[in-house]
């Protein structure tokens, strides 16, 4: 009986990165207690963007992670147009802002592909196969970084 190989190329990685968009006039102000922030976003007009923000309190030497209190054109599905406002909510996430303030918005396209659920396990059968190994190889750190998948290794043989 002949073994079979399949191998699916599955994009578990996240996102992959696109130089397609582009961030520009970058400019933000105080509303109160808030922070406003205004960008343009170039991209193709049927592509779905994630838009994450950060803030620098050292004239940008320093980033630290995304800003999570924020409402409006930021995270997920976000589509390319001029005016993009994203509201930070200060004061929930910091203590005080003081220093040379500085903000970075990064705009990267969402991949493709919807996640999805796996309902068969080694030693189950599917559509005429039988599965008798699975493995889940990760990338190396460099084809991470290019935005290379993970895949998922699938042996299979045929039932007789």
């Not at 073994?3 to 509303?31: D, I, P």
């Amino acid at each position: 009986m002949k073994h079979f190989q399949l191998f699916l190329l599955l994009l578990l990685s996240g996102n992959l990165v696109s130089l397609a968009q582009t961030v520009t006039n970058l400019r933000f102000e105080q509303s109160a207690k808030m922070i406003d922030v205004y960008y343009d976003l170039s991209g193709k007009d049927n592509e779905s963007i994630e838009v994450k923000i950060y803030c620098s309190q050292d004239g940008g030497n320093t980033w630290g992670s995304s800003l999570y209190h924020v409402t409006g054109a930021a995270g997920v599905n976000i589509k390319p147009g001029l005016g993009k406002k994203i509201t930070w909510d200060v004061l929930r996430e910091k203590d005080k802002l003081v220093g040379e303030i500085k903000f970075k918005v990064e705009a990267n396209a969402m991949s493709v592909c919807r996640s999805f659920t796996i309902t068969h396990s080694a030693g189950s059968v599917c559509n005429g196969y039988k599965i008798s190994h699975m493995m889940l190889l990760k990338p190396t750190p460099a084809a991470k970084n290019a935005g290379l998948p993970k895949i998922l290794v699938l042996k299979v043989r045929p039932l007789l």
